[in-house]
């Protein structure tokens, strides 16, 4: 079974408007991370937000948020006010265990194109 | 600055011959990471180390060889038993055990193409 999982290959959104990109995970350790990060057509991989499976509280980074539902192992990252530098593949990401070097699982991605 | 460097940036390879990516990193971290991506796909680890003179095998092993025989370096060898090489390759290094909200940190990544 697939750890993550993304459904939406690519997504559009009005520049200014809000957009939610989806992600499902499967584990069975009580302990994990999830993590979304964003890599634009450079290639490179920037680390957007954290959410710990005990942490009781949505996270939040600036204009994104973590919406957590854990009974339903969801983990979906909510941009606020889309720029048109948010343009990129975006990648859901979790990490089961407490050791950090634990090696991460990814998703296949999301693309999402803001549209002025 | 701190950081992971990945060289060369674009890598073109002839069939049947291995070639070596490289990655450094001066950010003293113990783990380092070398997954690959296709489009479609994410990402895929290769192989991991978290400790010098030793590492173990992702998902997608075959093909592929790695040595870390100093913390800083951990290049990754595409031999010529690796049938479909053409991929985006991401070397990526993290720390052990410290606050869980870290993660890895990328280099900026390698594109082979097979020609």
């Known amino acids: 079974a697939q750890k993550i999982t993304q459904t939406q290959p690519g997504m559009f959104v009005q520049e200014k408007e809000a957009v939610t990109l989806d992600c499902t995970y499967d584990t069975s350790d009580p302990s994990y991370g999830l993590f979304w990060y964003k890599q634009p057509s450079s290639g490179e991989m920037i680390f957007l937000i954290y959410?710990?499976?005990?942490?009781?509280q949505n996270a939040t980074e600036g204009r994104y948020s973590l919406n957590f539902q854990k009974a339903r192992k969801s983990a979906n990252l909510v941009i606020s006010a889309s720029q048109l530098g948010d343009s990129a593949m975006y990648f859901c990401?979790?990490?089961?265990?407490?050791?950090?070097?634990?090696?991460?699982?990814f998703g296949t991605g999301t693309s999402l194109t803001v549209i002025p | 600055d701190g950081g992971i460097t990945q060289s060369p940036k674009y890598l073109f390879r002839k069939e049947g011959q291995n070639v070596t990516l490289s990655c450094e990193q001066n950010l003293n971290h113990d783990a380092m990471y070398w997954y690959r991506q296709d489009p479609g796909q994410g990402l895929r680890l290769i192989y991991y180390?978290?400790?010098?003179?030793?590492?173990q095998k992702g998902d997608i092993a075959e093909g592929y060889s790695v040595s870390r025989e100093k913390k800083e370096s951990f290049p990754l060898t595409v031999t010529s038993a690796q049938k479909n090489p053409t991929a985006f390759y991401l070397c990526?290094?993290?720390?052990?055990?410290?606050?869980?909200?870290?993660?890895?940190?990328f280099g900026s990544g390698t594109r082979l193409t097979v020609v």
């Open positions: 990526a290094s993290a720390r052990l055990y410290i606050q869980s909200n870290y993660g890895y940190t």
């Open positions: 990401a979790m990490r089961e265990g407490q050791n950090t070097g634990n090696q991460f699982y």
């Open positions: 180390s978290q400790i010098v003179n030793d590492f």
């Open positions: 959410q710990g499976s005990y942490d009781q």
